[in-house]
Every structure is written in C-alpha cells, then in structure tokens.
C-alpha cells in the first residue's frame, strides 16, 4: 500500500447564500444518468472520405516536398478504460451556505479536468435540520439544485452575475440522523420524512435514492447504501439480512462498496461506533436513555455485516475529511466536510491522513485497483492512495 501526497494550486469561486424565491426550477428531464457521461469519451477522431482527401504537391523531381513537423493537438485527458468509474463522495452537505457552494464549484471543475465523472455519493444530512417535508420543499433547492444541480442563480464571488454549478451526474444518497426529524436525533417523529427523500427521485432523476437501503451495481464497483440510522435503534434486523444476501450474492469481479451516515471508526468528535459521544458503554448501559439508541449496535452490523466482506467503507456524521486505512479486512473512509467542519482533536485512531477543512474524496475504480483521493474546497489534492487487488 502506497500513500502519495501532490498540491496543485486551484483558483475558484464560491457562492453566498443564494435567495429562494429568485432561483428558476430547473428542468430535470435533460440529467444524464450514470454510464451516459462517458459514451463522448470514445473515439472523436472526424470521419475522411477517402476520396476526396487532398494530395500533397509534388516537386518537380516527384518528391514530395518537406513541410516540416505536424503541429501537437491537444487530445485532451484519455480515455478510460472499459470498465472504469469515477466519482466522488461527500457528506453532511445539507447547509446550502457558501462552502458547500465552493466544494460544488471545485468538484465540477476536478472532474471535468480529469475527464468526467459518473456519479457522486452524498453520505447523509442531506438536509438539516430535520429533514424536508415534501417532494418540494424549498429545501431541495437550496440544498441540492442549486449547488449540484445547474440551476443559474445570482453569485456574490461573481459580482452578481448569475453562475451555476452542473454536476451533469447522479447522486446515489443515503439517510442521516438529521434526515429522520427530532433536529438530528432520528427519531422519525414524523415517518414520512424518509419517504419524501425517497418520492424526490421519481421527479429528480439526478437524485437516486429507491429505498431506505438499497444495492446498484455500477461495474466495476458494487454499491450498498445502508440506513445507519436505524441501526443506531437496532431496527436494522431485516436490513442486515438483506445487506447480506446482496453482499453474497454480487459479482465477484466488482469493489463492493458500503456507505452509510454513520462511521465504524473516526477521530472526529462522535468516534468510533460503541463509544460515539465518548460515553463508555457501561454508563450508556447504566442510562434508560441508552437502552434505545447505542452506537454499539452500529459497530455490531459493521463487525458482523461490513468488515472483511466489502472492500469499502464510506461514511460522514464527522465533519471532516479521514482516510482511516484497512480494518478487519475493509477500508474505511470519512468524507462529511462537503458544507461544514469539526475538529480531529478527539480521536486516537492511527490513521494514514485526517484534514478538518472543507472538501470532497474522489475515487477511482478498476478491475485491478481502487484509487483514493482527498481534494480541499479550493480542489487542491491533498492526499492519494491507491488500493489494489
């Protein structure tokens, strides 16, 4: 295992808060779904009817003449391999404030840099702070249409002018705590507030979320979108049966990859699953308050669901950016600084890098190898790792 770490100096802008009620819906029809951005990656190279191709003069002596060397053309990034993702992955983004604006703007110009991307994963708080109440809440705009979505709106960093960020991807999502109502303590105090995320897909289809928790194979990587909230009630008992069957049953040829809101491990303020909050398990045992929710019952399906039987594992709750390494058998990743921060100075995890600044992890998928990398909301590369088989 090899850690590489490079800094490119990027110049973007970012957005402020923009006004609700002056940002145009945008028409949703025209996103292009995951394997769609990459058939323009093929061969471009225009078409010559051969004949009527132009002859080169010849000299008198029937040489043809010297012109010197063919000008360089810039053919832009290469193409990718047949079976290759890229993407990116970021939590706890639901502020619709100016940072979440920057890491927008610099994922939208990192990708397109390297060539594209084929989706986004959007780990959970997808909307603080209690989640939306409807497929059309004001806060899906503000919290996603707007910075991912394209829709023009008026920027501040551009004098006013109107500026949009179009991430021109799918963003597969999964639920958070602040998601489920009760202002961040899952409660589900009202059991449709998952459901509204769910219904927002059938009309958004750049949002992708069909089920609480939910399988996507997108060759070469194999998705598991896990509900860790109700893992935290220990509610996950058909869940983990079904993560399970999945899990056994994917193609063995792909990076089978789990995120959820909730981490295994972190050095972020909530740590490690079992001792989230720092409350030792035997007052959390000692608390009636803790009979119900105890984050020993997410480190109980991570340990007997996730270690050693995917490859990845993603997770936000912690607002900052972690590549934690391997653990029992799995890579865990914490990637919830897409809006926010919090510190790192509360964990003792050994980790192979940490930042608590804003920005985004991108990962790069192929039959041989996985690829990590850490960029800052500026989409400065901060960190790279590379995984193989």
């Known amino acids: 295992m090899r850690i590489v770490s490079v800094c490119v100096l990027v110049l973007g802008v970012a957005c402020s808060d923009p006004p609700l009620s002056q940002v145009p819906r945008r028409d949703t029809s025209s996103v292009v779904p995951a394997d769609a951005g990459r058939s323009n990656l093929a061969d471009t190279a225009p078409v010559v009817d051969g004949g009527s191709a132009d002859v080169q003069p010849r000299s008198d002596s029937g040489s043809v003449p010297d012109t010197g060397p063919a000008p360089e053309v810039d053919a832009g990034p290469p193409a990718p391999p047949a079976r290759f993702k890229r993407f990116i992955a970021i939590g706890d983004v639901g502020e619709g404030n100016r940072n979440q604006h920057r890491v927008a ?12 991307c084929d989706f986004g994963m959007l780990l959970g708080d997808n909307h603080y702070d ?21 829709v023009a709106h008026e920027c501040s960093a551009a004098d006013g002018q109107q500026a949009s960020h179009d991430l021109n991807f799918p963003f597969y999502a999964v639920l958070g705590n602040h998601d489920l109502g009760g202002d961040g303590l899952g409660l589900d105090l009202d059991i449709f507030k998952a459901d509204h995320q769910i219904a927002y897909g059938r009309q958004n289809p750049q949002w992708v979320m069909p089920s609480r928790y939910y399988q996507q194979d997108l060759d070469p990587v194999f998705l598991l979108g896990l509900n860790t909230t109700a893992m935290f009630f220990d509610r996950a008992d058909d869940q983990a049966r079904e993560v399970r069957q999945w899990i056994d049953e994917a193609p063995q040829d792909r990076w089978s990859i789990g995120f959820g809101h909730h981490p295994y491990i972190s050095n972020g303020p909530h740590g490690n699953a079992g001792d989230y909050e720092r409350i030792p398990e035997i007052l959390q045992r000692l608390t009636p308050n803790w009979t119900y929710f105890r984050g020993t019952y997410v480190q109980r399906f991570m340990e007997e669901e996730i270690c050693d039987r995917v490859d990845v594992y993603l997770a936000g709750h912690d607002h900052s950016r972690q590549d934690l390494g391997e653990r029992c058998g799995t890579q865990f990743l914490v990637s919830g600084a897409g809006a926010k921060t919090t510190d790192l100075d509360d964990g003792d995890n050994e980790v192979p890098w940490e930042a608590e600044t804003e920005g985004f992890l991108l990962m790069e998928a192929s039959p041989d190898q996985m690829v990590f990398r850490m960029y800052d909301a500026d989409g400065v590369l901060e960190h790279e790792r590379i995984v193989r088989r």
């Open 130 to 150: 209690s989640g939306v109440d409807g497929i059309d809440d004001p806060l899906w705009r503000r919290h996603f249409e707007l910075p991912y979505g394209g």
């Open 105 to 116: 703007e610099s994922i939208e110009r990192v990708c397109a840099e390297l060539g594209g």
